[in-house]
């Protein structure tokens, strides 16, 4: 990785994305030494130009920006961080500085949840118990959620279909998973007949 820090007098803006949601998070810079940084620590350490220093996202409110993937531009002189966040990203609280609070997305973050309950082998959690019961059980609980939702989809009660095609959702990430697979997968799937 080749990063061009002489164009920005030594600074390259930084774009963080939610590596599960792939929602914006927030923009930043980095300069040689935070880059550094940063890929020793995985955690996202910027150079605040307001505190003129390294400064490493959630060092005082503990909401850091956990290193997944870094990516440049076709230039070189823009850095993209896929990272998992601890917690809020913007200091006002909201999950991005861009004031962006949207569901669109939580599918990945929801199958991160179900995996951490299941390979951390979480006894009080219903996922990893169903999970547990083995995939018979699993492909059963999706086909009783199938059924559920075609009746409430014959109804007019939009909140309980809401809810039947919730349940549906989260039954087939818990299927996936007993599978070895993810929704990546089947978007790929879904992605290569689109042609």
């Known amino acids: 990785m080749n990063i061009d820090f002489k164009k920005g007098d030594g600074l390259v803006p930084v774009i963080i994305q939610d590596c599960n949601t792939l929602q914006i ?3 930043g810079y980095i300069n040689e030494e935070a880059f550094a940084k940063t890929k020793q620590e995985g955690k996202v350490t910027f150079f605040s130009r307001s505190k ?5 996202k959630g060092e005082e409110s503990g909401n850091f ?7 440049t531009d076709c230039d070189n002189d823009t850095i993209l961080i896929k990272a998992e966040p601890l917690g809020p990203t913007c200091h006002t609280g909201s999950t991005s500085c861009f004031k962006e609070e949207t569901a ?10 179900i995996s951490k ?3 951390s082998n979480d006894e009080n959690s219903y996922t990893n118990k169903l999970f547990q019961k083995g995939i018979n059980k699993v492909a059963q609980k999706v086909g009783e959620e199938a059924v559920e939702l075609v009746i409430e989809a014959k ?8 809810g039947e095609a919730a349940d549906l959702l989260y039954h087939l990430l818990i299927l996936l998973k007993a599978k070895g697979m993810r929704l990546e997968d089947i978007e790929a799937t879904l ?3 689109s042609k």
């Open 117 to 119: 309950r299941i390979d």
């Open 104 to 113: 669109k997305g939580f599918m990945y973050e929801l199958q991160s949840v």
């Open 65 to 71: 920006l956990f290193v997944k993937e870094i990516l």
């Open 155 to 162: 109804d007019n009660n939009d909140e309980l279909f809401k």
């Open 52 to 56: 003129n220093r390294l400064w490493t």
């Open 25 to 27: 998070l927030m923009l």
């Open 191 to 193: 992605k290569s007949r």
